[in-house]
């Protein structure tokens, strides 16, 4: 084979896990594409699939072992030539990978990502290209956002976090790669940044000596085309006045805060290694709620933690009802090797980690059902991720509302909708998953 007969084989991706993770992979297939290999949505027409994989925790990694299978069966039927294995799964398990799974090409570290194009060339025997620097990423998210990883690692050694040994200690990426980088994007239409790492709240802390969050927002929110900035991933301890003052003021930042704050019993929170304790976390919350009312919260939290007692969960339940967060995940806890919380004793059962994740979802989604109603009537300028054929309707969201993990805006076509540009939407109900609205 040649590479003019490469430049003629079509590439698909599925990509599992995080945002940073559809981050790693996006740029994975711009370097393909740029190389001249077509990207394709569907894996049944590509001759190469990358499977780009999460190890977070065990759902994610059998969910990864699912779908590799899934491509292992294609690979075998003939309707894939070459299978190709990347992310976290492989960084985490390197030695078991080629004998659960032999029908995969290349397992990829992620210290390998740069190497694509030379990784597809080695699989058909190709003498390997000059690798090159690019800022071209082939979206597989709606154009109108992309997300703008600005680290990787972290440095944070939470005791129920896999992430420090996969991805190593916190490395911010330099400002000016990440101002081209997002220049690019302005250039291909994208028209909302959200920023996202394991902690976005230290950026350019390794980097510069001090943290320097605000100043890459600032250069960031100067970019013509590039519409709204919005932060994921904050820690608490790092959220401070200076912070929330410059979010408040700047017109492009999103008023939108996403904090993990995981747990609000002090001796959970401990154990955790979090660094905030109960009060510290009232204090931020009531912060912003009573000096930036028009700064909405989104956050996390972990229930059936080791040890937790019916108590400490009533705690919970109870900062739930009186702090009224905005939106709120919540995941069970996840017994993960190699991690401080895995030694601990009193591990809850899965009957009682299930039970307890059913009663603050149903807990909250009230709180939320109230809050949604309070939103009827009010209009928004809406961004325009895509188009519901079936429904006959446009998606999009507004800056109170992150794609993808938060509610969306549906609305029917007025007349000056269009995906990719904003427009202005009342909403007029909320039926459950999604607000509705009426373009104005």
Request: proline content about 3%.
């Given at each position: 084979m040649t590479k003019n007969e490469l430049m003629t084989k079509k590439i698909s991706a599925i990509s599992l896990g995080c945002d940073k993770n559809k981050v790693d992979l996006e740029k994975m297939l711009g370097k393909a594409e740029e190389y001249g290999i077509e990207v394709v949505a569907d894996v049944t027409e590509a001759d190469i699939v990358i499977v780009n994989t999460c190890s977070f925790i065990l759902q994610a990694e059998e969910e990864a072992i699912?779908?590799?299978?899934?491509?292992?069966?294609?690979?075998?039927?003939?309707?894939?030539?070459?299978?190709?294995?990347?992310?976290?799964?492989?960084?985490?398990?390197p030695n078991e990978m080629k004998e659960n799974f032999p029908d995969v090409d290349k397992f990829m570290l992620l210290r390998e990502n740069e190497n694509i194009v030379t990784i597809i060339e080695s699989l058909y025997d190709l003498p390997a290209s000059k690798t090159k620097k690019t800022l071209h990423r082939v979206l597989t998210s709606p154009k109108s956002y992309a997300y703008l990883k600005i680290a990787d690692g972290c440095n944070n050694v939470c005791s129920f976090c896999t992430i420090p040994r996969i991805r190593g200690r916190y490395?911010?990426?330099?400002?000016?790669?990440?101002?081209?980088?997002?220049?690019?994007?302005?250039?291909?239409?994208?028209?909302?940044?959200?920023?996202?790492?394991?902690?976005?709240?230290?950026?350019?802390?390794?980097?510069?000596?001090?943290?320097?969050?605000?100043?890459?927002?600032?250069?960031?929110?100067?970019?013509?085309?590039?519409?709204?900035?919005?932060?994921?991933?904050?820690?608490p301890e790092k959220v401070d006045k200076t912070l929330l003052?410059?979010?408040?003021?700047?017109?492009?930042?999103?008023?939108?805060?996403?904090?993990?704050?995981?747990?609000?019993?002090?001796?959970?929170?401990?154990?955790?290694?979090?660094?905030?304790?109960?009060?510290?976390?009232?204090?931020?919350?009531?912060?912003?709620?009573?000096?930036?009312?028009?700064?909405?919260?989104?956050?996390?939290?972990?229930?059936?933690?080791?040890?937790?007692?019916?108590?400490?969960?009533?705690?919970?339940?109870?900062?739930?009802?009186?702090?009224?967060?905005?939106?709120?995940?919540?995941?069970?806890?996840?017994?993960?090797?190699?991690?401080?919380?895995?030694?601990?004793?009193?591990?809850?059962?899965?009957?009682?980690?299930?039970?307890?994740?059913?009663?603050?979802?149903?807990?909250?989604?009230?709180?939320?059902?109230?809050?949604?109603?309070?939103?009827?009537?009010?209009?928004?300028?809406?961004?325009?991720?895509?188009?519901?054929?079936t429904r006959g309707e446009f998606i999009g969201h507004s800056n109170l509302l992150s794609p993808n993990v938060d509610f969306a805006v549906r609305f029917v076509d007025g007349g000056n909708a269009k995906i990719g540009s904003f427009t202005t939407v009342r909403i007029v109900d909320f039926d459950g998953s999604d607000y509705i609205g009426e373009n104005v």
């Open positions: 699912s779908t590799i299978i899934e491509m292992e069966q294609l690979k075998r039927e003939g309707v894939i030539e070459k299978l190709i294995v990347s992310g976290c799964f492989v960084e985490r398990h490395k911010s990426t330099p400002m000016d790669e990440l101002v081209a980088e997002a220049k690019a994007l302005a250039e291909f239409g994208v028209k909302e940044l959200i920023l996202v790492a394991q902690d976005t709240t230290r950026y350019g802390e390794d980097l510069y000596g001090k943290n320097s969050l605000i100043e890459l927002c600032e250069k960031l929110s100067r970019i013509k085309g590039i519409e709204w900035i919005r932060i994921h991933y904050l820690y003052d410059y979010i408040s003021n700047n017109p492009k930042m999103c008023k939108y805060l996403d904090i993990p704050l995981q747990h609000i019993d002090d001796e959970i929170l401990r154990s955790m290694r979090r660094k905030v304790g109960e009060s510290e976390t009232r204090e931020l919350v009531k912060l912003i709620k009573d000096e930036y009312p028009e700064i909405k919260i989104r956050s996390t939290f972990i229930v059936g933690y080791p040890g937790e007692t019916k108590s400490q969960f009533a705690s919970l339940c109870k900062f739930l009802k009186e702090a009224e967060l905005d939106y709120v995940g919540f995941f069970t806890y996840s017994r993960e090797p190699n991690t401080a919380a895995y030694y601990l004793k009193k591990q809850l059962s899965q009957f009682t980690k299930k039970r307890r994740l059913k009663k603050v979802e149903a807990l909250q989604s009230k709180i939320f059902l109230k809050k949604a109603n309070e939103e009827i009537g009010k209009t928004y300028r809406v961004l325009v991720d895509q188009f519901d054929e």
